[in-house]
T-cell receptor, first 115, second 113 residues
Framework: NAGVTQTPKFQVLKTGQSMTLQCAQDMNHEYMSWYRQDPGMGLRLIHYSVGAGITDQGEVPNGYNVSRSTTEDFPLRLLSAAPSQTSVYFC??????????????FGPGTRLTVT | KQEVTQIPAALSVPEGENLVLNCSFTDSAIYNLQWFRQDPGKGLTSLLLIQSSQREQTSGRLNASLDKSSGRSTLYIAASQPGDSATYLC????????????FGQGTRLTINP
C-alpha cells in the first residue's frame, strides 16, 4: 500500500490564483481530512469527510472547498489564494467501520506559498 | 473547547538518556490519544495510540501512558539516540464519530551525540 499520498509537494501561487491540492489513499478508509500547520498555531482541521458524497467543515474552512466523489480521493481547492493561506497542508485518513482504534494516518504534506 | 498543551516546547539531552515528554488536555472525555513524530519538512508518523480505556502502550523503546482523570499523557523514550531527534506531537480524538483530532503544539527534541 502507498498509504496516503499528496501532490504536489511544493507550490508557489500568486494572490488570487486558484489551485487544487490532491490527496489519495489506497487503504479503503472512509474518513479523510485536511489540516494546515502553521508556526505557533499547530495543526488545525480545515474540512473532513466521513464517506463519498459527505463533507463537513472543520475549524478553519474559509477560503477552501472540498468534495468527495470517490472513497480514494479528497481534493482541497483554493478558489482565490491569499497570503494568509501560506502553510503546510496535510491530508489524513482513518478506517471508520472496522478499526475501532480510529488511528489516523497522515500524508507527507504540501508546502504552499502565496505571494 | 478541548485544549492540548505540550511542555516543554523544546528539549535537548545527551545521547543515552531516558526522557519524558508531557501532554496535558483540558477535557477528560476523550476517545483516544495519539502520539506522532514529525521530522523537519516531513509528514506525521504515528508512534503510539492509547484508547480511553487503556493506561499505557509500548512500542520498542517508547512507552506512552494515559491518565484521563488528571488530563495527562506522557511519552517515555528509553536510551535516546540521535535518530530520535524530531518534533513529537500529541493529539486528542474526542469523538469517534466526528474524527477531529486536536493537536498540541509539539515538543522539539534534540539528542546530542
Amino acid at each position: 500500500n502507498a498509504g496516503v499520498t499528496q501532490t504536489p509537494k511544493f507550490q508557489v501561487l500568486k494572490t488570487g490564483q486558484s489551485m487544487t491540492l490532491q490527496c489519495a489513499q489506497d487503504m479503503n478508509h472512509e474518513y479523510m481530512s485536511w489540516y494546515r500547520q502553521d508556526p505557533g498555531m499547530g495543526l488545525r482541521l480545515i474540512h473532513y469527510s466521513v464517506g463519498a458524497g459527505i463533507t463537513d467543515q472543520g475549524e478553519v474552512p474559509n477560503g477552501y472547498n472540498v468534495s468527495r466523489s470517490t472513497t480514494e480521493d479528497f481534493p482541497l481547492r483554493l478558489l482565490s489564494a491569499a497570503p494568509s493561506q501560506t502553510s503546510v497542508y496535510f491530508c489524513a485518513s482513518s478506517r471508520f467501520s472496522i478499526d475501532r482504534t480510529r488511528e489516523q494516518y497522515f500524508g507527507p504534506g504540501t508546502r504552499l506559498t502565496v505571494t | 473547547k478541548q485544549e492540548v498543551t505540550q511542555i516543554p516546547a523544546a528539549l535537548s539531552v545527551p545521547e543515552g538518556e531516558n526522557l519524558v515528554l508531557n501532554c496535558s488536555f483540558t477535557d477528560s472525555a476523550i476517545y483516544n490519544l495519539q502520539w506522532f513524530r514529525q521530522d523537519p519538512g516531513k509528514g506525521l508518523t504515528s508512534l503510539l495510540l492509547i484508547q480511553s480505556s487503556q493506561r499505557e502502550q509500548t512500542s520498542g523503546r517508547l512507552n506512552a501512558s494515559l491518565d484521563k482523570s488528571s488530563g495527562r499523557s506522557t511519552l517515555y523514550i528509553a536510551a535516546s539516540q540521535p535518530g530520535d531527534s524530531a518534533t513529537y506531537l500529541c493529539a486528542i480524538l474526542r469523538d469517534q464519530g466526528a474524527q477531529k483530532l486536536v493537536f498540541g503544539q509539539g515538543t522539539r527534541l534534540t539528542i546530542n551525540p
